[in-house]
């Protein structure tokens, strides 16, 4: 790994461009609430918005006056003072000075075409507006930096001109200027070459890149960028962004700390990487995907039976970067490819001792075929392998014997929705216990009579949520009659700071859609509960 020790700034724009991302949509305490979190997690600016385009922004910079960040500044974001209108009675310029934050970001055009077709406005009139706007902030003590829009695409069409709009915004004043790949088509290729081409006529000026992923290169061209001298990235994490997103953030400063040796952030922050990026998808409403890099939860998943047993030989056989230094782990997958290698892993990480030619490994292993077999898949359901090595070792206790159960649902007439009552018998610790509950469907209603019969004796099951549910058909022919698959998703709370301690997933199989959901219930409820 190589080793350039020059500082690079860390630039977070999740809070705008992030939130323009389908299905994104951040309430003012989201907001500050994410703000914090990457303040404590040490980027060097955070993007809040813009103020002056929607109450929300306005309000969200107005609440974070009483926040003291440690590590970030926060950043306002608009746009030049608007063609002949003078910059200090633009109504939208003077709401980012109302924002009072210690830096200013505005965009301007830098593509003659842009200038021309969506502003309709002459070229030197737009080079005019960049010097004013720059000039009219640094006027006012703010840091500022000039979003050089379209730069890419106009430099390919126009670079004199491209290159006029950096420096109209470096004679006013801009500390830096950003060049942007704003429609995300440009290549790693042009972006290294570009860059050079502009730090070449620029070489006492700093540069900054922020890149779309429309090509799927905006990591790539973020990263060369730095290599071809910027020293400043502008990013989301996870990736969030209009369309197909913006450069991610969390790919971008492990590859810039660790693997290209650069100063970024505070010691030790990429360690908190993984939760950062949990947090985000957890406020944000968005699902984790579980393969995204260095942070999601199969970026270190090994499934193959040859690729686990290189695996505990040595990480570095199949893992380009040991998990701890972004804060994630490495996972064995069990599946109909493992082999022995697999379940002695996964019996190494719960303190079991085991050996090939063990009757309890064979044993495992021979469970885990028949099962997928018939229509289980343990690599989405650790939970589900966990409890399954319990009962093959001897080492299982039930919580509870199921003397049985009943699901009744009910459509009376015109009724919206149907009524689902769940009647359920249990017996625990020799005593039996009978408890009704009615729910949205079936699941939920089992859900609520089983956590009625066991919560007087388990009390930690009030901290153990259901987060999903999904249904699988295995065998589509057989119609509605098919075999079908079902996984539960739970979390475990702390039950005295509110954070998740931990989740979980959990598989059932039948014919029957109710009775593969009480299994894969059962054992998610007794996962949690184990762990307490």
């Not at 915004?169 to 290294?192: K, Q």
């Not at 071809?228 to 971008?252: D, F, K, M, P, W």
């Not at 998943?301 to 030989?313: E, F, N, Q, T, Y």
């Not at 509950?437 to 930690?460: F, M, Q, W």
Request: glycine share 8%.
């Amino acid at each position: 790994m190589a080793s350039f020790q020059r500082r690079i700034e860390i630039y977070d724009t999740t809070l705008r461009d992030g939130s323009q991302g389908e299905g994104i949509s951040f309430s003012v305490e989201d907001k500050i609430r994410i703000a914090l979190k990457l303040d404590s997690f040490g980027v060097d600016y955070i993007e809040g918005g813009w103020p002056g385009s929607n109450p929300k922004d306005i309000e969200f910079y107005k609440q974070m006056r009483q926040q003291q960040l440690v590590n970030a500044k926060l950043t306002a974001f608009g746009s030049t003072r608007r063609p002949s209108q003078k910059v200090e009675l633009d109504p939208m310029v003077n709401e980012l000075l109302l924002a009072d934050t210690p830096v200013i970001t505005f965009v301007g055009k830098s593509w003659d075409f842009q200038v021309l077709e969506a502003l309709r406005i002459d070229l030197d009139e737009n080079l005019r507006m960049i010097a004013d706007t720059s000039a009219y902030f640094k006027k006012h003590d703010r840091k500022v930096f000039y979003d050089a829009e379209h730069f890419f695409d106009g430099y390919e069409a126009n670079p004199g001109y491209t290159i006029s709009c950096i420096r109209a915004a470096v004679e006013a004043g801009a500390d830096c200027c950003v060049l942007c790949d704003t429609n995300g088509g440009t290549l790693p290729s042009r972006i290294i070459s570009i860059v050079e081409e502009v730090k070449r006529a620029f070489p006492n000026v700093n540069i900054g890149i922020h890149t779309h992923n429309d090509s799927e290169c905006g990591v790539a061209n973020a990263l060369v960028a730095v290599q071809a001298g910027a020293c400043h990235v502008q990013g989301t994490i996870n990736g969030y962004g209009e369309r197909t997103g913006n450069a991610n953030l969390t790919s971008i400063i492990p590859a810039l700390g660790i693997k290209l040796g650069f100063d970024i952030l505070k010691p030790g922050a990429i360690a908190g990487l993984s939760e950062l990026s949990a947090y985000l998808d957890e406020v944000s409403n968005v699902s984790p995907r579980n393969n995204a890099a260095y942070v999601g939860r199969s970026a270190y998943a090994h499934k193959g039976g040859l690729h686990v047993d290189a695996i505990r030989k040595h990480p570095k056989t199949y893992e380009h970067l040991d998990p701890s230094l972004v804060g994630n782990e490495r996972r064995i997958l069990v599946s109909e490819l493992s082999g022995s290698a697999t379940i002695l892993e996964k019996a190494h990480a719960k303190g079991l001792i085991l050996d090939k030619s063990s009757p309890a490994t064979k044993a495992i292993l021979r469970t885990v075929t028949e099962m997928e077999n018939e229509g289980y898949s343990f690599e989405g359901a650790e939970a589900s392998f966990d409890l399954l090595i319990k009962k093959c070792t001897g080492d299982y206790q039930p919580l509870f014997i199921l003397k049985g159960y009943r699901v009744i649902v009910e459509k009376r007439g015109d009724d919206a929705e149907p009524i689902t009552e769940a009647t359920i018998k249990i017996e625990v610790n020799g005593k039996e216990e009978l408890a009704v509950s009615e729910g949205d469907g079936p699941v939920n209603a089992l859900d609520g009579a089983l956590r009625k019969a066991l919560y007087r004796y388990y009390p930690h099951l009030a901290n153990v949520l259901l987060t999903d549910f999904k249904v699988r058909v295995i065998n589509q022919a057989g119609g509605t009659a098919a075999r079908v698959r079902t996984i539960v998703e739970s979390k475990s709370l702390d039950a005295e700071r509110g954070y998740v301690r931990d989740s979980w997933s959990t598989v059932g199989v039948s014919t029957n859609v109710i009775e593969a959901s009480w299994i894969a219930l059962v054992q998610s409820i007794e996962y949690g509960l184990s762990k307490h």
